[in-house]
């Protein structure tokens, strides 16, 4: 029985070119209407994790913790499918987005901002429910 | 006259929080069918090109140089719109992707690798078109 036949889960994290803080970017985005929700970081254990539940989990930068996405606000993303580009160093997660927010601004999308040479980048996408009422 | 009236193009940069590489990630996203296509990297002259252009113009990490999407292959990236997301450390395009191929490999999406406990991340897209007849 070779390494691979033992523990074949090996290769889905083998395969992936992790950055040098070991993580790479993962665009959720939203398997009905399509669009980009938002980008976050994973790294092994979020993957893994994320596998594991059928739902996001990313790697918290700032917190420096697994950030299983909707924990605190409860827009929790299911998983439809999970792709990796020609690279290997870019996840793309389709997902059921709950709730349809993703932003923690209360934005369905956190892609909301839009630049104009008057006033720099501004929001163009109303908040459809206040981050207060959220967290 | 303030600084920003004398030159109000400083604040689409100013605002975007570039990595200690001074890049930041930028999806591709195909206007039309919603696809998400690729993820590239962006410094200041990519970005300021791109709005200059109207066309996707990333920094190429390998080659440590301006890469214009399409130089070589002719797959242009015509932006439609591009957004800023709310921590202002990722930019989304929104495009029209010429010849209908974003990946070097000839296929739409660079997104077409998928997880099989059994064969690992593997292809569930084709190729539209032979990578040699591209380049």
């Known amino acids: 029985m070779t390494e691979k036949d033992s523990n074949p889960s090996t290769d889905m994290?083998?395969?992936i070119k992790w950055n040098s803080q070991g993580?790479?970017?993962?665009i959720a985005q939203d398997a009905n209407n399509k669009r980009v929700l938002m980008m976050a970081w994973m790294n092994r254990d979020a993957l893994a994790a994320s596998f594991e539940k059928g739902e996001a989990v990313y790697w918290?930068?700032?917190?420096?913790?697994?950030w299983?996405?909707?924990?605190?606000?409860?827009?929790?993303?299911?998983?439809?499918?999970?792709?990796?580009?020609?690279?290997?160093?870019?996840?793309?997660?389709?997902?059921?987005?709950?709730?349809?927010?993703?932003?923690?601004?209360g934005?369905?999308?956190?892609?909301?901002?839009?630049?104009?040479?008057?006033?720099g980048w501004v929001s163009v996408e109303p908040a459809l429910k206040d981050p207060k009422e959220i967290y």
Do not use: N, W
Request: a negative charge; hydrophobic letters at 30%.
């Open 68 to 105: 299983h996405k909707g924990e605190s606000s409860g827009h929790i993303q299911k998983i439809i499918d999970i792709r990796l580009d020609c690279d290997a160093d870019t996840l793309l997660l389709m997902v059921e987005q709950i709730g349809g927010i993703a932003c923690h601004t």
């Open 23 to 26: 993580l790479v970017p993962a």
């Open 60 to 66: 918290s930068r700032s917190k420096q913790r697994l």
């Open 13 to 15: 994290f083998e395969a």
């Open 107 to 119: 934005r369905e999308s956190c892609m909301y901002k839009q630049y104009s040479e008057q006033d």
